[in-house]
Each structure stands twice: as structure tokens, then as C-alpha cells.
């Protein structure tokens, strides 16, 4: 069948996706949306991470005449990204700040030759007069704009430079464009649409849903203790990365798990770029590190076998939250993303949306976005659900969430919430005071501390009135009220007030339902070093062949240094672990073998098979 006006044959690209990248068959979306942007027409893509948006303007690149252009701010995984093409067979190639002029020369003598099928441009570049001028001389096949939500002012991650991405189709208009983020919600989608001029184009939006991925929130008590313990009871041994809000508290969690025995390294833009650089290498080429770092890690990250992303401060937004939780499992196969949240996290994000740059329009987005962060940390619904309507999708229970797995239980909080809202209340209109949570709390536990004594507060009305319920579940009152805008906070100490919201509660107009805070289990034991988990979904007798296989695929990454998810991804390694194929005619049946890779590597595994256990 041939693609109408443009004379290419569909079945062009199903031969490249078996021939390039070892697999037999399209998922979801893409060969509708490769089928149009072969044919010449302009896409915007929204497809999660590990949905295999790449592939999406790959195969049109390798399939059209020409070159494909990718636009992409990954200037640090640039080398990384052309490595893993140019080990499937494909002619690819970077101009960046970080190369040499020598090697700026070769790949642009490359370019204008026609020997490359794909080039990686940052987009800073293109505002440059001599890489229009470039392009100009060459055949480009199409321009594919990846991290297209960079372009959206108000989302999680824009970055100035790609607003000058509109110019493309002015100066190039026959040549078609792709535009891909994974993440983007209703506006953030019409925005990428009106500030690329892609409205009129094909606009393809898959399910947001991650299924392998397993989303738990926990309160916290000792957070880098309750990370230690997931890590040593379901994640031993396996890549995963750890987010945390400053500089100083990742440098304080990495040494803690390296204190530990889990092989951690730090990652933030107090690094110097050395550091980061190296560091980024490790994680990428070396198995089962962990990476302890601020969000200016992890963009682009093609890492497949990341089994866990793990949250110690709570995120920003939703948008953020899901595209940092999307890191892990891209190969499809189980993975976790935790996140331990407690009351000090909405003091401390109400506190920067107040100080922050900007205009009031600029703070109420802000504090629109952290609305529905902690309105996904705090539902007794399926969080999974809950995540998937943020972004405008609709799901039923998924099975596979703490509170699908855990039901939280509710209880009514209204008479509990109006002590608390009243003892905020007594502090200001009795004594003209205003306190944080702490005192607040002490204040209804009847506690006597030198500091109820010194403003005696004992003598208040309210002072005790609280004995019911524990330290902690007074806390989770709090916690709960900032998140439903019945308090608020203030004010460099973060001390509370009342919204205009609490009168509804003081005046019993308004019921209000809170999540019961969970009994804190005791401390865990120190226990071993942990060795390395069975691999999920293998049969026992394919444990050891697995493993050989995995050693064999470090020492190769080792010498080409390059990642070990470029020889091959671990659900290949799987693969061929159970069926033990024993020829290559059998090899090139696996998924993501292709045929340079079967050329490449396909003895090599053979006898790495026949050296190691049978599989039964």
C-alpha cells in the first residue's frame, strides 16, 4: 500500500522497524502517526514515557529522503542517544556547545553529504544564522521537536529557547514536523499547539497510563529510613533514582544510602559539571546504582531497566510528579514510585509559591498546581485514577496503587478540624498572635512546654481539648486542612491562618471528610547487605543464563563504552534467557535484535548460551 502523494510504500516501514530495531509489530499509535509524518504531515505527539515516541520519527527519517533533524535540550545525553542509533546500523550524528570544531566539521561534511540519517541539534543552535545556513544546504526529511512541552511557559519545564521553534515551518514549510512530550495537560497541549503552529496539525494523544508502574505515597517518619527499607526489601541491587528539593539534603541522602550499602551518587547544578557529567556516565553504563538528585536530573534519561523513582520532598505539580515517576520502567517490566510526604513539604511549598517571582496570576498557577499535587497525595480514591483525570483520562481502579491494594479509611473530621481552626483563631483575635503547627497542636494536647508556659498559652480555652487523637494524627489534621485550603500559611515561619473557606467549618456549614493517618510501624533493624533480587517474570532454570547473559553485555558496554542498554535492553536479555535460542536464524526471532545487532552480537550470545546452565 502506498502512502497517498508521496509514492512511499507503508510496508517500508514495518521492514525498517524489523530490519533496524528487531521488533515484528507497531504499538498503540505508531504507525498511524509514522505512516503520516512519512506521507509529509506535520503531528503533535503526547505518548508516556517508555510509549516509544522515538520511534515515531525514526523510521519517517530512516524512510524519507533526507535527514532528520531532532530538536532536543539533552545536550548531555546527545552522545549517549547517537550511540544507541549508531549500534542499530544508524548513520547519526550531534552538533552541540560541547564539541570540538573538528568534530563540528566532520558531522556537518556529513550532513551535506547525505551520510547521515539522522542529526541532533540543541535548540540554541538554530537561532544561530550558520546552522540555518546549514540546513539550507542540505535535504532534510523532517524536523521532530522532542521535550515539545519546554515550549509551554507556565508548564514544568520550559526552557526560552524553544520558542523560536515556530520558526521552522516559515523558513522550511515543505519539510513536515513532529512535535513529542509525554507529558502535557489540557493547556499545556493547546499551548505547545498555538506557540509551535501545530494546531493545524494531526494531534495523536495516547493513554497517559504507566500499568507496570505501582504508585505508593506514604507519610513520613524518618524519610531516608523509610527509603533504606524499600530499598532493601524490593528494590536490592536495581537501578532507580531519588529525588529531593535542594542541593543539600540530595548530598545528605546520597551519603546516607552509601553509608548503607547502597551504591549511591549525588546530582545537582551546585555539581561542577565535571562531577555531573561523570557521575550521569555511571549511572548510565553501570548496573544497579542509584541517583540521589534535584530535578535538574533526569530529562531524556533513556535508561530502560530503572526499577524505582522515589520522591523525599514533595513535588511541584502533577505534571512534574508524572514525568519524574516516568523514568522508571521503560522497558515494560514492574517498577515502583514512592513518594514520602509530609506536613513540613505543604508548609515549605506554600511558603516559595508566596515569595516566588511573578504576578498574582503567576502565584495562582502555581498554587493551582500544588492543589492538585496534594489532592493526588491525599485521595482515598485510586491514585492511579486520580492521576490520569489531571491530564484529562479517564480510568477504573487500577489494582495497582497503595490505595487500590491498601483502601485508606476515612473518617469524619469536622468536629477535629473546628478545635484546631478554633485554637488558630483564639491565638489571633486573644493575643494577636500567630504560631506554626507545632505550638498549635501543643496547644490542643494540653502539653505544658516552656514555650505554652512563656505565652501562657495554658490559660487559653482550647488548651487540651485535643487529647482524642496523637501527636501525628493532629499533624495529618494539619496537613490535610492546607490541602483543602481550610488553612493556610504565612509568613517566613510558616505560622497558620484561616481562609476564607474556615468559617464554613467553624460554622458547621461544611462536613469534612480526612484520611486516617496509618499506626507508625516501629524502626527496622539493620540488616545486611542485601544481594541482587531475582529477576521478575523468568523462569528459576533461566536465573543463572540471565545473569551470564547480563555479564556478557557488561564487559561489551565496558569496551565500546557505551551504556549497557545499548547492546541490548534487559527484556531482550529475558527473552533470550527463556527460549534459548540455539542458532541465529533462531536469535533474530527476539525482540530487539536487529539485523546489525544480530551481526554484531548473535555469535557472541551463542556462545555465552552454550557456556551457560541449561534452562530446562
Known amino acids: 500500500m502506498v502512502v497517498p502523494g508521496t509514492g512511499l510504500d507503508v510496508g517500508d516501514a514495518l521492514r525498517v522497524l524489523r530490519r533496524v530495531f528487531g521488533y515484528d509489530s507497531f504499538r498503540g499509535a505508531q504507525q498511524e502517526i509514522i505512516n503520516h509524518v512519512a506521507g509529509g504531515g506535520d503531528a503533535l505527539v503526547l505518548m508516556p514515557t517508555g510509549g516509544g515516541k522515538s520511534l515515531c520519527y525514526q523510521i519517517p527519517a530512516l524512510v524519507r529522503p533526507g535527514v532528520g533533524v531532532v530538536i532536543s535540550p539533552l545536550i548531555a545525553l546527545m ?140 507519610g513520613k517518619n524518618e524519610p531516608k529510613r523509610q527509603l533504606l527499607d524499600l530499598l532493601r526489601t524490593e528494590h536490592p541491587g536495581d537501578a532507580g533514582i531519588v529525588y529531593c528539593l535542594s542541593r543539600a539534603s540530595v548530598e545528605k541522602a546520597a551519603q546516607f544510602l552509601t553509608e548503607n550499602g547502597i551504591e549511591a551518587l549525588p546530582y545537582h547544578a551546585g555539581l561542577d559539571a565535571r562531577t555531573r557529567a561523570a557521575n550521569q556516565a555511571r549511572f548510565l553504563r553501570e548496573d544497579g546504582l542509584v541517583m540521589v538528585a534535584t530535578i535538574a536530573f533526569g530529562m531524556g534519561i533513556d535508561k530502560p531497566d530503572v526499577r524505582f523513582v522515589a520522591h523525599l520532598d514533595l513535588p511541584k ?164 486542612l492546607l490541602a483543602q485550603s481550610l488553612l493556610a500559611v504565612e509568613g517566613d515561619y510558616g505560622t497558620l491562618v484561616l481562609t476564607d473557606s474556615s468559617g464554613q467549618v467553624l460554622s458547621r456549614q461544611r462536613q469534612v471528610l480526612l484520611r486516617r493517618e ?49 547492546i541490548f535492553h534487559d527484556a531482550t536479555l529475558r527473552q533470550i534467557a527463556t527460549e534459548a535460542p540455539s542458532t541465529l536464524v533462531e536469535l533474530s526471532t527476539v525482540n530487539g535484535v536487529g539485523e546489525n545487532k544480530l551481526a554484531k552480537y548473535g555469535q557472541q550470545i551463542l556462545d555465552t548460551l552454550a557456556g551457560a546452565a541449561p534452562v530446562a
Request: with cysteine; charged share 25%.
Open 79 to 218: 552522545q549517549d542517544q547517537v550511540d544507541a542509533l549508531t549500534a542499530l546500523g544508524v548513520r547519526a550524528g550531534f552538533l552541540n556547545s560541547t564539541q570540538q570544531p573538528s568534530e563540528r566539521r566532520r558531522v556537518e561534511s556529513a550532513f551535506l553529504a547525505g551520510e547521515l540519517d539522522l542529526l541532533y541539534l540543541a535548540p540554541e543552535r538554530l537561532r544561530a544564522e550558520s546552522t540555518g545556513s546549514l540546513l539550507d544546504r542540505g535535504t532534510i526529511s523532517l524536523f521532530a521537536i522532542d521535550e515539545a512541552h519546554c515550549v509551554a511557559q507556565w508548564g514544568h519545564d520550559f526552557r526560552p529557547d524553544y520558542l523560536a521553534l515556530s520558526a521552522l515551518h516559515q523558513r522550511w514549510p515543505t519539510v513536515p514536523r513532529i512535535a513529542l512530550t509525554a507529558t502535557a495537560t489540557k493547556a499545556t497541549h493547546a499551548e505547545i499547539a498555538s506557540r509551535l503552529n501545530l494546531v493545524d496539525a494531526r494531534h495523536f494523544v495516547a493513554s497517559f497510563d504507566r500499568p507496570n508502574i505501582q504508585y505508593r505515597i506514604v
Open 518 to 566: 496509618p499506626e507508625r510501624a516501629a524502626p527496622t533493624a539493620k540488616t545486611a547487605k542485601p544481594r541482587r533480587a531475582t529477576p521478575v517474570d523468568l523462569p528459576d532454570a533461566a536465573v543463572p543464563v540471565f545473569e551470564q547473559l547480563r555479564a556478557w553485555r557488561a564487559t561489551a558496554a565496558k569496551e565500546q563504552a557505551v551504556p549497557a542498554y545499548v
Open 317 to 480: 505539580s502533577v505534571e512534574g510528579y508524572y514525568q519524574e515517576t516516568g523514568r522508571a520502567g521503560r522497558d515494560g517490566l514492574a517498577s515502583t514510585a514512592w513518594l514520602a510526604y509530609g506536613l513540613a513539604d505543604v508548609v515549605q511549598q506554600r511558603k516559595l509559591i508566596d515569595t516566588s517571582e511573578g504576578d498574582g496570576a503567576h502565584r495562582r498557577r502555581l498554587a493551582s498546581h500544588l492543589d492538585a499535587m496534594l489532592a493526588l497525595c491525599e485521595t482515598v480514591e485510586c491514585r492511579r485514577g486520580q492521576l490520569l483525570a489531571y491530564f484529562g483520562q479517564h480510568s477504573t481502579a487500577c489494582g495497582n496503587c497503595d490505595t487500590c491494594l491498601s483502601p485508606p479509611e476515612t473518617w469524619d473530621g469536622t468536629i477535629a478540624a473546628q478545635k484546631l481552626l478554633s485554637t488558630v483563631l483564639r491565638l489571633d483575635r486573644e493575643r494577636h498572635q500567630k504560631f506554626g503547627a507545632g505550638q498549635v497542636i501543643d496547644i490542643l494536647l494540653g502539653k505544658t512546654t516552656p514555650k505554652i508556659t512563656q505565652f501562657g498559652h495554658d490559660s487559653l480555652t482550647v488548651f487540651g481539648i485535643g487529647t482524642e487523637l496523637r501527636e501525628s494524627e493532629w499533624r495529618g489534621v494539619v496537613r490535610q
